[in-house]
């Protein structure tokens, strides 16, 4: 006789919500649901209340240039306001989730993110998409270009302070020692320079994690071994300071919480302090983020329930 199928309930319902790339923006979800219908009016009113909040505006943007029948709604709507930056940037940034997707081309991408900036030159997200596209296509030199030109935008913006620790993390060690990586470097440096309650005190984490992901693609490491990877000084100094920033400031109000809070809750189980990381899963909630799960090539779904069980300690 075959076991009766697991009860219905929260459990089920919060994990089937793993991986929204929405996490708890909650207006966003809706807006998306009526955005992939073609009611495009909402997502044009949550664009223009979200203002020059810069971070949640790039967050916002990407998340519906995402969904499949963006471009078609976009250009919909540019059609209807052919002077709107929100429009634009938004039909920018679904062109270049085409090309991620081999679908369309990287210089047509390009091109719609130039036009899109053009019309609001204080803007960072149009460059936030060039340099999504630079990660894919481009050169060192193009992927720093448009860096810089977001953070010249947005000093603290955080959805390109993590692409680029990504990208440093994946360039060999000049010294050919690892822990001298010039991505620890930037992510201290990024730290250092931001106010104190900015999530980018979580950027030394990130770093690790990524430079963690390349080692492990490298050489071959499991998650099984990561403790290792987090068992050094520096490891130990910038875990304990990130931990300690979100104790104190735990910025419920930036859109991309849950991604500094899912690194961190992988590095401290990896560290073995299972205790600290149940706290931050029970912040995460169903808000899990495919990285750093996934790393170095695990199903990310199966890891984060796997990890929320250990640190938990629920069957």
Aim: net charge neutral; glycine share 4%; charged share 25%.
């Amino acid at each position: 006789m075959s076991p009766p199928p697991p009860p219905l309930g929260r459990a089920r319902k919060r994990d089937a919500q793993l991986f929204d790339p929405a996490l708890c923006d909650a207006e966003l979800v809706d807006v998306r649901s009526q955005f992939t219908q073609g009611r495009w009016s909402r997502a044009r009113s949550l664009l223009v209340g979200t203002g020059d909040d810069w971070d949640r505006r790039g967050h916002r943007v990407v998340v519906l240039a995402e969904t499949p029948a963006a471009t078609a709604w976009a250009r919909e709507w540019l059609l209807a306001e052919p002077d709107s930056a929100d429009a634009a940037t938004l039909l920018a940034c679904a062109a270049v989730f085409t090309a991620l997707r081999r679908k369309g081309t990287p210089a047509a991408a390009e091109e719609a993110c130039r036009r899109a900036a053009a019309l609001l030159p204080a803007d960072p997200t149009p460059w936030l998409g060039l340099l999504l596209l630079s990660r894919a296509f481009g050169t060192e030199e193009e992927f720093s270009r448009h860096f810089d030109q977001v953070r010249a935008r947005h000093r603290e913006h955080h959805h390109a302070h993590h692409l680029m620790v990504a990208r440093l993390a994946e360039r060999a060690p000049a010294s050919g020692h690892d822990p001298l990586h010039e991505v620890y470097d930037f992510a201290a440096w990024a730290a250092e320079e931001s106010p104190a309650d900015s999530p980018l005190a979580v950027l030394p984490v990130i770093a690790h994690a990524e430079r963690y992901r390349v080692l492990a693609a490298t050489h071959g490491h499991t998650f099984g071994n990561a403790a290792q990877h987090w068992s050094g000084r520096r490891a130990r100094q910038v875990l304990r300071s990130a931990f300690d920033w979100w104790l104190e400031w735990e910025r419920e109000d930036h859109p991309r919480n849950r991604v500094d809070l899912n690194f961190l809750a992988h590095a401290k189980l990896c560290e073995g302090r299972s205790a600290e990381a149940a706290a931050l899963f029970h912040r995460i909630g169903s808000h899990a983020t495919p990285a750093p799960w996934s790393y170095p090539d695990l199903d990310p779904h199966k890891a984060f329930l796997a990890a929320r069980r250990a640190a938990l300690g629920t069957a």
